[in-house]
């Protein structure tokens, strides 16, 4: 069993669809990343959240610590939403190393 | 703010090769830098992790003779691919901390293709 894991692993959805893309952890932790990998590989850090809730323009990521659970909401989703989202957690006990999901693949069609 | 790049972005080699690839931050100053390895639709693997002016700390199974990473000043860290093989054929990522807070900035990753 992972320690990070994400569901649903694929996603489609017509534009202006609202979105969710869950993680689930297994493992005490310091903080959890959403991340962003474009077709072209390059990634890009969405969030770093360790509780609570944080929006960034149609992005929304929360994360409840108790039932090691994280949610990347996309609201009115867009054709350039489509991407490959990783969640990846920082062990509470390691400073350093980030533990990453397999991501989930999402397609927004026009 | 908060740029790391890398170079180069693709690269083409031999088998029997070496290949070295960089890992810069731009506009901070990076004290740990970290080597990832990525197969196609598999999510990162750390390779190893590197503070600058130390030894890299590998992950278990990553042989260190092969993948050769220097750290040696606060903005550039390299990875060089020693003898390579077409099994080594994959895409690199590096990303790098400041240290002031749990955040790592990626870079934009370099593709790898040994002949």
């Known amino acids: 069993k992972n320690e990070v894991e994400q569901s649903p692993q694929n996603l489609t959805a017509q534009e202006g669809e609202f979105i969710t893309i869950n993680c689930s952890y297994s493992?005490?932790?310091?903080?959890l990343h959403w991340l962003q990998q474009h077709p072209g590989g390059g990634i890009v850090s969405l969030f770093m959240?360790?509780?609570g809730k944080k929006k960034h323009g149609r992005l929304i990521a929360t994360i409840n610590i108790q039932e090691k659970h994280s949610s990347l909401h996309i609201t009115a989703s867009h054709p350039r939403d489509s991407a490959v989202y990783i969640c990846?957690?920082?062990?509470?006990?390691?400073?350093?190393?980030?533990?990453f999901g397999t991501g989930t693949r999402l397609q927004v069609f026009p | 703010g908060a740029v790391v790049s890398q170079h180069p972005s693709w690269v083409i080699c031999k088998s029997g090769t070496s290949v070295k690839i960089e890992c810069r931050s731009l506009?901070?100053?990076?004290?740990?830098m970290f080597w990832y390895r990525q197969f196609p639709k598999q999510s990162l693997m750390l390779m190893a992790t590197?503070?600058?002016?130390?030894?890299?700390?590998?992950e278990q199974g990553v042989e260190k003779d092969k993948f050769l990473i220097n750290h040696a000043s606060l903005t550039l860290s390299t990875l060089t691919v020693t003898s390579a093989h077409p099994e080594d054929s994959s895409f690199y990522i590096c990303?790098?901390?400041?240290?002031?807070?749990?955040?790592?900035?990626f870079g934009p990753g370099t593709r790898l293709t040994v002949t």
């Open positions: 990303s790098a901390s400041d240290g002031l807070n749990y955040e790592q900035y």
């Open positions: 493992v005490g932790i310091s903080a």
């Open positions: 959240l360790s509780s």
């Open positions: 990846a957690v920082r062990w509470a006990g390691n400073t350093d190393k980030l533990i």
């Open positions: 506009d901070f100053q990076a004290t740990t």
């Open positions: 590197s503070n600058e002016g130390s030894k890299a700390t590998y």
